[in-house]
């Protein structure tokens, strides 16, 4: 028998920790999930759902005062949990490609778009700087920027919102990384040149063998690209599930709730969005119970008064943190 190949990104129990004036915040609350070679994996959920700070723990930049209370993260089989920063550095970029969300932010405005990617090409592989240079020009056709070897001398503020953020995916895929982590990479740009980007984080992830972990608060982007899907909320992982099939039945009231707030061409034009009644919960004194319960519509006593577990559902590959739906039929609640 077959057995499945070892995950490339394995987070296992990561919990992290913000330290505030007179207490603290868990943003990401043992949360757990595989990513495996060439996998392409959503984490979605509501802003302050805890999904970039997942991210920049994997990535080893979470700055004080927060700091990672405990759990694995492992990468090829080496946690890079407790890792120095020399060693670190090394890992970013050169096996973690990552994309900020703001692209106009994450370039320099003083350096043109050809000296960022010399500068990271140089950095990681120690090539000469014409070698450097070739190679930077090679990413940036490969991303799509037309005249690449010309755009080179540009800055970033003479570049369009969609070709900094391919000039951003250009930098991070220049050194062939084994994982790309994608943080709101469509954000501010129009849907057009948004599903121009998640086209191109496809094609590349399957052209390089790369695993991408793809960080969005719209279940309709994730449902483009991604094969697998974790949904959060109040840094913990409520729902669980390959794409298709969390689109078709969720088993977490939350996800239900995001799904409808996505926009429906067959649907009424004139009828409103039903968006998620009531406000995230503050996660400084989180609720003892379900941290969603306040919120929804299905809650029970046991919701209010214990916190689910995480727990399997029917395929097995899904999981929900949900006593409704664990019992059966929070539909008809």
């Keep these: 028998m077959n057995s499945m190949p070892a ?70 089989g080496k946690d890079l949990v407790g890792l120095p920063e020399s060693e670190l550095t090394h890992v970013r970029g050169r096996q973690i490609g990552y994309v900020f969300q ?3 932010s994450s370039l320099n405005p003083t350096m043109r778009i050809g000296d960022h990617l010399v500068e990271v090409v140089r950095h990681h592989l120690g090539l000469r700087r014409r070698d450097a240079y070739n190679r930077a020009v090679a990413a940036l056709m490969e991303v799509g920027i037309p005249r690449a070897s010309e755009r080179m001398s540009s800055y970033p503020h003479e570049f369009s919102g969609g070709m900094r953020q391919r000039t951003m995916l250009a930098m991070a895929m220049v050194i062939k990384p084994k994982l790309l982590i994608a943080d709101e990479p469509t954000t501010a740009l129009d849907v057009t040149i948004q599903a121009q980007i998640l086209d ?27 094969d697998f899907i974790h949904v959060m909320y109040a840094g913990q992982i409520v729902e669980s599930a390959p794409s298709q099939l969390l689109f078709d039945r969720p088993e977490s009231p939350y996800t239900e709730g995001l799904l409808r707030c996505l926009p429906d061409i067959a649907d009424d034009p004139d009828e409103r969005f039903r968006a998620i009644e009531g406000t995230p919960v503050d996660m400084a004194s989180p609720p003892a119970g379900c941290r969603f319960a306040p919120r929804c519509e299905y809650a029970r006593e046991i919701c209010v008064q214990s916190a689910p577990r995480l727990s399997p559902r029917s395929p097995a590959e899904r999981m929900a943190r949900c006593w409704a739906s664990e019992k059966g039929g929070w539909r008809v609640a």
């Excluded at 999930?33 to 930049?61: N, P, R, W, Y």
């Excluded at 390089?208 to 994730?222: E, R, S, W």
Aim: with cysteine.
């Design 200 to 226: 191109l984080i496809k094609d590349l992830a399957q052209k390089h063998g790369t695993a991408v972990l793809l960080i969005t608060h719209d279940l309709a982007v994730a449902s483009q690209i991604c």
């Design 102 to 104: 703001d692209s106009m």
């Design 7 to 76: 995950p490339l990104l394995s987070v296992q129990d990561l919990t992290t920790v913000f330290r505030i004036r007179g207490g603290s915040v868990t943003a990401v609350d043992r949360v757990s999930f595989d990513i495996h070679v060439g996998q392409i994996v959503g984490l979605v959920g509501e802003s302050g759902s805890g999904k970039s700070a997942t991210a920049l723990s994997i990535a080893g930049l979470i700055e004080r005062p927060g700091f990672i209370l405990s759990g694995r993260i492992l990468l090829d």
